[in-house]
T-cell receptor
């Protein structure tokens, strides 16, 4: 069964440093997403990406965040200057276009980011 | 706007007994509804989804959910719990508004006692 792959599984970074979280979505999916889950809290939507541009973003997704699809397979989330409160599990997801199929959202296993 | 309320933060059952995890949703439009499961230190796995076809939806590992519009509910059930079902379960909604963002409930932790 096709999978969404995320790397690394764990990342520790110092406050103020830049981090890049990487994802390989399912190959025939056209929508890509990032979600995060702060420990003990709900999974929250950050951003969706389609046709090489952001299609939707939440209030959380401020100027310190950016997303990119640098080639035909990878989808990245960059956090420019990390803060302690950015510590969370970050999930990448991708989905089909078809509404009938329920969009077929598939999530990766997550990257646990710890900011120290 | 849409929202999801999972009525129980924690449910404990004995192995072999039925499971009921409750979810109520609020949506201005006909929603798509999902249940995801998260095992410890694992990602989010889709259990089942409702997309305006049959109101009784069958998923993986023997789970089912019934969409009840009149009650705005989408409860998850399983006739007989297994130890491996112990995990966190999330009810998720997506509204047909052209938006693709999913809204997650706060989760229900299912504990299965031997």
């Amino acid at each position: 069964e096709p999978e969404v792959t995320q790397t690394p599984s764990h990342q520790v970074t110092q406050m103020g440093q830049e981090v890049i979280l990487r994802c390989v979505p399912i190959s025939n999916h056209l929508y890509f997403y990032w979600y995060r889950q702060i420990l003990g809290q709900k999974v929250e939507f950050l951003v969706s990406f389609y046709n090489n541009e952001i299609s939707e973003k939440s209030e959380i997704f401020d100027d310190q965040f950016s997303v990119e699809r640098p080639d035909g397979s990878n989808f990245t989330l960059k956090i420019r200057s990390t803060k302690l409160e950015d510590s969370a599990m970050y999930f990448c997801a991708s989905s089909e276009v078809s509404q009938v199929s329920g969009y077929g959202y598939t999530f990766g296993s997550g990257t646990r980011l710890t900011v120290v | 706007a849409q929202s999801v309320t999972q009525l129980d933060s924690h449910v404990s059952v004995s192995e072999g007994t039925p499971v009921l995890l409750r979810c109520n949703y609020s949506s201005s439009y006909s929603p798509s509804l999902f249940w995801y499961v998260q095992h410890p230190n694992k990602g989010l796995q889709l259990l089942l989804k409702y997309t305006s076809a049959a109101t009784l939806v069958k998923g993986i590992n023997g789970f089912e959910a019934e969409f009840k519009k009149s009650e705005t509910s989408f409860h998850l059930t399983k006739p007989s719990a297994h130890m491996s079902d112990a995990a966190e379960y999330f009810c998720v909604v997506r509204a047909y508004t052209g938006r693709r963002a999913l809204t997650f409930g706060s989760g229900t932790r299912l504990q299965v006692q031997p």
